[in-house]
Nanobody
Framework: QVQLVESGGGLVQPGGSLRLVCKSS????????MEWYRQDPQKQRELVAT???????TSVESVKGRFTMSREVAKGTVSLQMNNLSPDDTAVYYC?????????WGQGTQVTVSS
């Protein structure tokens, strides 16, 4: 049973930084792609960053330059470094891994950006 567990969320001030970590029960390289999504009650769940197994990590235009995805294969993790956070970044952040046609989701971690 694949398990993905996010950590690192919390309350941060505008302009601050946060690093989210997703720990996988199985090798990161067993997935075709690892991704970060986010969602708040007023928005649809949206893609934030993606890291194909054999490719390079990319972030969506709205967070490019502020958010960077990485993977730490030896640790079994993927991470999302978030800098210059704004209240608009407040959301539940989810880690997703895709293996063949099956998606696996973490439980999510809350990120709240507020003074």
């Amino acid at each position: 049973q694949v398990q993905l567990v996010e950590s690192g969320g919390g309350l941060v001030q505008p302009g601050g930084s946060l690093r989210l970590v997703c720990k996988s029960s199985e090798s990161i390289l067993s997935f075709n792609v690892m991704e970060w999504y986010r969602q708040d009650p007023q928005k649809q769940r949206e893609l934030v960053a993606t890291f194909p197994r054999g490719g390079r990590p990319t972030s969506v235009e709205s967070v490019k330059g502020r958010f960077t995805m990485s993977r730490e294969v030896a640790k079994g993790t993927v991470s999302l470094q978030m800098n210059n956070l704004s209240p608009d970044d407040t959301a539940v952040y989810y880690c997703k891994g895709t293996r063949y046609s099956t998606d696996y989701w973490g439980q999510g971690t809350q990120v709240t950006v507020s003074s």
